[in-house]
């Protein structure tokens, strides 16, 4: 009798699932797998755990990692990537097969603090929050250029977009079912997740932390990278890019009809001076760049709903735990 109370008590508990985008961490995983456990275990009277950890297409010993941890322990599971889909894919795959009422994303190279996750658990249960995300108040150790442009992006996103996107924000971030299926049900194929999780909503708790940096391996994004996602970003959650032309457009319509003023002032009192030639090669090259670029910014929009068209899957499963375990 007491063993079935016992068991009915434990099943009654929550089941929390920590999703781990992994591109070649093979150096990290051991250590993060280490520094999670300690707190999980502290949790183990009152939540069930798994853990998923996404093999992003990795070329090194990741997959032989993650075989070994999911041998050694049921509560680990993992997929593997039949290449690399990116971080954004990988969070969305593994939020996909997460049972969990609770769900986390966690970087592998704990940079993302695992000493949160009570924190976290207790926002979601007791202060009755949809989500908890996490912020760094600083950026160091990284390069200042960096950081640089970083707040620019999020000075110009945030004005360009109906959806906040906080700065500093990380992917680290718990949430409750509801806010996941809703995440889910955003299929887009181009995911830019810091708009997807203001677009959403729900009420959202921030944890703000100083940065840490990674244990092992390196950093997967370069400068340009970077640059190449903010863009993504832009185009992903505002269409302000597309009026550029209009507003340009009309701007060069009211210069151009200055200028005829001035020009027919000029001939009526000074008659007709020859010349004047290199000013106007100069403005016929500045008004063709204007139009190239915004047919460049119209392209890049197109591009876009070209690829949403074709509904390509968003990742490929090349192997999971469930196979092995067979
Ligand atoms: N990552 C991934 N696929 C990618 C790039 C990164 O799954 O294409 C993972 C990576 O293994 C790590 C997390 O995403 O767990 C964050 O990557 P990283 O630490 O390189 O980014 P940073 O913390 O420097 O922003
Ligand atoms: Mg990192």
Redesign the pocket.
Known sequence: MEERLEKEKKESRKLLSIV??????EAALPLFFEETQKVLVTLREQYRYEMIF?D?GSKDGTLQVLRALAEKQQEVRYLSFSR?F??EA?MYAGMEHAKGDYVVIM???L?DPPALLPQMLQALEEEGYDSVATRRVSRQGEPPIRSFFARMFYKIINRMSDVDIMDGARDYRMMRRVMVDAILSMGEYNRFSKGIFGWVGYSTKWLPYENVQ?VAG????SFWKLFAYSIEGIVAFSTVPLSIATVMGLFFCALSFFMVLVVIGKTLLFGDPVGGWPSLACMILFVGGVQLFCLGIMGKYLSKTYLETKKRPKYLLRETEKERRR
């Not at 781990?20 to 961490?25: A, F, K, S, Y």
């Not at 390196?218 to 994004?221: A, D, F, L």
């Open positions: 781990v985008p992994c591109l070649n961490e996404v992003d690399n990116g971080k990988a970087d592998a190279d940079q990674r390196e950093t997967k994004w």
